[in-house]
């Protein structure tokens, strides 16, 4: 067995990749023909905006989710499997995936006859190496959060038996969810990352021409990929840029097919604008998060009094134009797993009371609140620190650091108070990972044994009914610890040019582009 067979790494933990998406939908005919009324179309190019580029083409590396990397990823490595609405999943390069034990044992077999961009054949060893290389802690992965659960891989051709260290009877929500989802050639993996990055070998639709930093990712079709006559495009080219009123004037302006958005208010002046929309109905959303561990918030009384004093409608009309959704429940209700069980509401008077109770005792409420340099986090801290300060005995500081101090800082749990967020359609593997207190990704330090319980008979049952019951604890615990605010539904999407079609969202808001056309020449 060669020597990249051999290793098992000892672990350890990044932090869990922001959930993505929710809301909106649908998009008014623009002057040109609507090109999701015809049939597909081979030939011609596509341009997207991102967000931000990639800092690197290592799947490892790369993050899953709409407003990072699922673009690039999904182009170059195509995916295993995707999600569905339904729960059910769409096999890719997979061709399927069960258990024989209720989620500890599983069989993954991929199709026959699927090779890598360069024509090599892929097979379940290189899974297993991938999976395997994501443990490793000089990688940083955000995906070893989930790649740690996998315990002994056997690859037997295009069969990968594998054992996790616990039953997770919803284990293939982790490989959509994360990059377990992406399969790279090992041997141009271990060419070094400089190399890696000038010629990724995957076994997507797509493969890399050229990459110019800061500029344009320009890709073109793999005529090797295994879903022919997919993909449709000859070419696919990627930009990025940080500010979301640009990205959407420079569509509307016709110098891009497509952009990415987490903003509703731009998202829905595009779609008024005649671009087509595409979005995800996810439970969660962004959150403002307190950190449990210390103080002010490792008392619950101060996080029931920042939750009841914080009129959120407020913060929508401030940071989102008024143009969000704020969620009332952790669960939407179009879930399988939803239950009334209201989030803390604004309420002024209760909320006063409860910081006269910490002041009279001495511990008046005092914390930083550290926002990420974009416009949104920003104004949401803006937000919060301008309504707190019509109260007694609370002071507010608003910190603004860049996205790699932020961050960091959110990493190593230093904040007292922050944005992330959670989002889902099946709440396993997720859910789990945010709020269970024996997760490293447990960002708010939340610890309650009947949230963990309940958290534990959703991870472990397979039986929908029992899910359901553990998921109404699971609500109701949130609803009363409060370890983090639901500010805002997520609006990560796609608003694009009617002339293209078949975009697919799965998992966390990821965009596959291999069934994406256009009728422009």
Request: glycine share 10%; proline share 4%.
């Amino acid at each position: 067995m060669s020597s990249r067979r051999q290793w098992r790494a000892a672990v350890v933990m990044a932090a869990v990749a922001l959930a993505l998406s929710a809301c909106g939908g649908g998009g008014g005919d623009g002057d040109s023909a609507d090109a999701s009324k015809g049939d597909p179309v081979e030939g011609g190019s596509v341009s997207l905006i991102q967000m931000s580029e990639p800092r690197i083409l290592d799947p490892a590396v790369m993050t899953n989710g709409l407003a990072t990397n699922s673009v690039v990823g999904n182009a170059l490595f195509g995916t295993l499997l995707s999600d569905k609405a339904d729960g059910t999943f769409d096999y890719g390069l997979a061709e399927s995936m069960e258990s024989s034990d209720g989620g500890t044992t599983w069989k993954l077999t991929l199709r026959d006859g699927i090779t890598f961009s360069d024509g090599s054949p892929m097979d379940a060893e290189d899974v297993a190496y991938n999976w395997e290389r994501t443990k490793q802690p000089e990688l940083g992965s955000q995906t070893a959060t989930v790649a740690n659960y996998l315990d002994e891989l056997k690859p037997d051709g295009q069969v990968l038996t594998f054992t996790l260290t616990e039953p997770i009877a919803n284990f293939g929500n982790a490989i959509t969810f994360y990059t377990l989802n992406w399969i790279a050639k090992p041997e141009a993996l271990e060419a070094g990352q400089a190399e890696f990055d000038k010629n990724p070998i995957g076994a997507g639709p797509f493969t890399l021409k050229s990459w110019t930093r800061g500029g344009e990712m320009v890709l073109e079709k793999n005529p090797e990929y295994y879903d022919a006559p997919k993909p449709y495009l000859d070419q696919l080219v990627l930009s990025a840029n940080a500010e979301e009123a640009q990205r959407l004037s420079t569509v509307q302006s016709g110098g891009a097919d497509g952009t990415l958005t987490n903003d509703a208010a731009v998202y829905k002046r595009g779609l008024a604008d005649g671009l087509k929309g595409l979005t995800q109905h996810l439970s969660g959303g962004v959150m403002v998060i307190m950190n449990n561990r210390f103080a002010p918030f490792d008392d619950p009384r101060a996080r029931e009094a920042v939750a009841k004093a914080v009129d959120l409608d407020a913060v929508n009309d401030a940071a989102y134009e008024g143009e969000g959704t704020v969620p009332k429940t952790l669960f939407t209700k179009g879930s399988l797993f939803y239950s009334d069980t209201p989030l803390t509401s604004y309420d002024k008077e209760g909320a006063q009371k409860l910081f006269d109770e910490l002041a009279d005792e001495g511990k008046p409420v005092s914390f930083t609140f550290s926002a990420f340099q974009s416009s949104q986090s920003r104004r949401v801290g803006e937000a919060v620190q301008a309504q707190l300060s019509a109260y007694d005995n609370v002071k507010v500081k608003v910190e603004v650091l860049d996205y790699a101090a932020a961050i960091a800082k959110s990493n190593a749990r230093e904040f007292q108070m922050t944005q992330g967020g959670v989002g889902f359609v099946d709440p396993e593997v997720v859910l789990y990972e945010q709020l269970h207190s024996g997760t490293v990704g447990n960002v708010a330090g939340v610890s309650d044994d009947k949230l963990d319980a309940a958290l534990e008979r959703g991870r472990t049952s397979s039986d929908v009914d029992e899910r359901k019951e553990a998921y109404v604890e699971v609500a109701k615990r949130f609803s009363e610890l409060n370890p983090a605010l639901l500010n805002i539904a997520w609006t990560n999407a796609l608003a694009y040019d009617p002339q293209t079609a078949g975009y697919v969202q799965y998992g966390n808001a990821s965009i596959r582009v291999d069934g994406v056309w256009t009728t422009k020449k």
